[in-house]
């Protein structure tokens, strides 16, 4: 794993003020997209905690592991505090991130080297 690129840690939760989980990713789309849907066994599949509810960006992989282990660590109502500072309605930060992309970002994510448009020629 490259620990110079880039990392986000990140709170999920079930709904307002419900079962949350902290993790860290280098991409967060690709990540949070898996937990929505169930696609890894454990604790958000169990527990149905799916809504991103705070990011936040780190220049490294590392710096954003140890964010997350901090993070983990706390007292439940601070890390309460911390989604509330910038997200007082506990909206789903994943829809909004992903209304403004179009759909061929997932695709380009899915096919690496592909272009859409750059099919090869008969």
Known sequence: MDED???YVYILASGR???????????LLRR????REGLLPGFTRKYGVTR???FEAHESVAAAHRREGSIKR???????ALVEKSNPQWRDLYEE???????VTFLNNTLPGRVLGDEPSA
């Open 5 to 7: 690129v880039g990392g």
């Open 17 to 27: 003020n419900g079962t949350l989980y902290a993790g860290s990713t280098r991409d």
């Open 32 to 35: 949070v997209h898996e937990h």
């Open 52 to 54: 991103l509810v705070w």
């Open 74 to 80: 706390w007292r439940r109502a601070w890390k309460i």
């Open 97 to 103: 991130i992903t209304s403004n992309l179009l759909p």
